[in-house]
DNA sequence: GTCTATACGGCGATAGAC
DNA sequence: GTCTATCGCCGTATAGAC
């Protein structure tokens, strides 16, 4: 059995997910780690930090391997810039690719997250903190696989990504239904190669001087 | 002053769309309304019973006005199909207009669907019962633009656009810090062309035979 | 339709023994 | 590090007078 400490971790960081901050209690949190709820207070300030420490734990190594991926393409074109396709690639791609080889680790994180990206209360707070240094290495490549482009467009065409990208993290099993059983949620294989394609082709339409 | 239930309705969904349904509770939702708790248990069965109605209160109209817009962009076409950037714009067309015309009146509305989309406990099934009737007869309308295209590349399209969509509707500011002020999260004017011209051009590139 | 008053349980958080 | 016991507050919901 892990330590008490990941036990907790592993407990919030599902319920949180599935249910928002303020639809779980300590005590839901505890029992599912199995541990008494005084516990919780031993390792951890607050409910409130917590939840900090839930965001904290995964996110560095997330970033890292994206960044260590957009690096790579880089390397690949030492004399002219990489496609807005491998751009994208390099930001989607390590995630999804996580996602679905272990799915039992990181599909919490990532549901948690999707709802963060989509919380009008603090979601554009916490997302800018945790990932834009990181995003904004990534619009400096795409400014240069698409030169003269208007940076409003740019922007503008990075929001769809992040939420066509958050959506997919969100599992919600909407697109089962919509699809009659055709597609799943939860088959991230399918959106790896669809979704760089898809955005790629938005970008460089929206983004042509 | 309006009657107590529209009051009690506003009150609620400005409150769940900031908070989420377990975020708020009913006295918050009735000191914003001006109005006595208990009345709440006057106008509504519970808590869940009022969230419900909120949900109610606008998805029909907002539903009719793109089943007409669709219908306007098929009745310009009697002899040939309609372009997929003419159907996707009668999809988000609509709604965004709205949004940038009535702010005040609908951008609470549209913050909760965006949270709703992206909940994995029950964004699927509430996102299906209330929205992929209409959503169906967008999609006919995407397969006969994009013959022979692959029915899954279709779906998973549409979840990108969906995604997209509702991450606008969340304004959380985001892209006011990651521009550095350039671009705004409620400047939805900024959006209304750009998102079908970023969207089609994904739909095209995904579903091509 | 609106108010006062209240029931009862769960909440986050802490003190202190071991 | 882990437990028992407890505090005071706030949650949803209801009864009943006006």
């Known amino acids: 059995m892990h330590p008490t400490r990941e036990r907790i971790l592993d407990a919030a960081e599902e319920l949180f997910a599935h249910h928002g901050f303020e639809g779980v209690s300590i005590r839901q949190i505890m ?6 709820v005084s516990l919780a207070y031993y390792h951890f300030e607050s409910k409130k930090d917590l939840f900090d420490q839930v965001m904290l734990r995964r ?11 957009l690096e790579e393409v880089e390397k690949r074109h030492p004399d002219d810039e990489p496609t807005v396709e491998e751009i994208i690639g390099a930001f ?8 679905a080889e272990d799915h039992d680790q990181w599909s919490h994180y ?5 709802q963060i990206n989509n919380s009008p209360d603090r979601g ?10 990181l995003v904004s290495r990534f619009i400096d490549a795409l400014k ?7 940076p409003e467009d740019l922007y503008w065409s990075y929001h769809f990504l992040s939420g066509a990208l ?3 993290f969100a599992e919600t099993g909407r697109i089962d239904n919509l699809s009659g059983g055709a597609c799943k949620s939860t088959d991230i294989a399918s959106v790896i190669d669809r979704m760089p394609a898809f955005l790629a082709a938005g970008f460089r339409q929206l983004c042509k001087h």
Request: aromatic content about 8%; proline content about 6%; hydrophobic content about 40%.
């Open 92 to 99: 989607t791609r390590p995630l999804l690719s996580l996602l």
């Open 59 to 69: 996110v560095e190594y997330l970033n890292e391997i994206r960044l260590k991926a």
């Open 110 to 114: 990532y549901q948690l997250i999707a």
């Open 144 to 150: 240069r696989a698409l030169p003269d482009s208007d």
């Open 31 to 36: 029992t599912k780690a199995e541990a008494d």
């Open 166 to 168: 958050t959506l997919t």
């Open 124 to 133: 554009g707070e916490l997302m800018s903190r945790y990932f834009d240094p």
